[in-house]
């Protein structure tokens, strides 16, 4: 299997801030990566596919980017609605797999 | 647009079989275009996909959980179920269905996961 590294586990930042996770392959996953957003008691929900299109609807405040084993997931500006945590994905391989998830907290 | 709901025992006794049900609406599970998928997060943990069915009856399995998996459809009532057997305590979790999104492009098979069903918990406990 795909082993998906996250860092950090959690985070925490002010409204404004901009906000980096990174999300690591165990082996080169081209650009076949997803993030999703969980809010508690919710279901996971996309927000990017192909490490970087940002699914429609989605705030342009977030972004992803990278290829191979090393991807990005930004928040440029810390908003209350993100408090979350945030997942990556892979689905270049079976079985698709996960990160850990990064717990995003307000500051 | 497309809208996953699942449903069954929110119990379950250990060495049973744990059985859930996900109906879709505002689409269809004979899709070519699209798997449906199982997932589960066992609580304050994180994700891990069970597996999926395609095209009426193609599935894949997630090897760690295969010998005790089975995943149907049923085409007449737009429906796909899990079926986990020989459970324990580590099998409780919220278990997701999802739509696992398949567009090709340039002959690239590009996938994510929406929408997700809300989530259904499943105890497995005496």
């Known amino acids: 299997d795909i082993q998906m590294t996250q860092s950090p586990s959690s985070l925490s930042a002010s409204v404004g801030d901009r906000v980096t996770i990174t999300c690591q392959a165990s082996?080169?996953?081209?650009?076949?990566l997803n993030w999703y957003q969980q809010k508690p008691g919710k279901a996971p929900k996309l927000l990017i596919y192909d490490a970087s299109n940002l699914e429609t609807g989605v705030p342009s405040r977030f972004s992803g980017s990278g290829s191979g084993t090393d991807f990005i997931f930004t928040i440029s500006s810390l908003q209350p609605e993100d408090i979350a945590t945030y997942y990556c994905?892979?689905?270049?391989?079976?079985?698709?797999?996960f990160g850990q998830g990064t717990k995003l907290e307000i500051k | 647009q497309v809208q996953l709901q699942e449903s069954g025992p929110g119990l379950v006794k250990p060495s049973e079989t744990l059985s859930l049900t996900c109906t879709v609406s505002g689409g269809s599970v004979s899709s070519n275009n699209y798997y449906w998928s199982w997932i589960r997060q066992p609580p304050g943990k994180g994700l891990e996909w069970i597996g999926y069915?395609?095209?009426?009856?193609?599935?894949n399995y997630n090897p760690s959980l295969k010998s005790r998996v089975t995943i149907s459809v049923d085409t007449s009532k737009n429906q796909f179920s899990l079926k986990l057997s020989s459970v324990t305590a580590a099998d409780t979790a919220v278990y997701y269905c999802?739509?696992?999104?398949?567009?090709?492009?340039?002959?690239?098979?590009?996938?994510?996961?929406?929408?997700w069903g809300q989530g259904t918990l499943v105890t497995v406990s005496s």
């Open positions: 069915i395609h095209n009426g009856g193609n599935t």
């Open positions: 082996q080169d996953i081209t650009n076949f």
């Open positions: 999802a739509r696992d999104v398949v567009v090709m492009v340039a002959a690239i098979n590009y996938k994510w996961f929406d929408p």
């Open positions: 994905q892979q689905y270049d391989n079976l079985p698709y797999t």
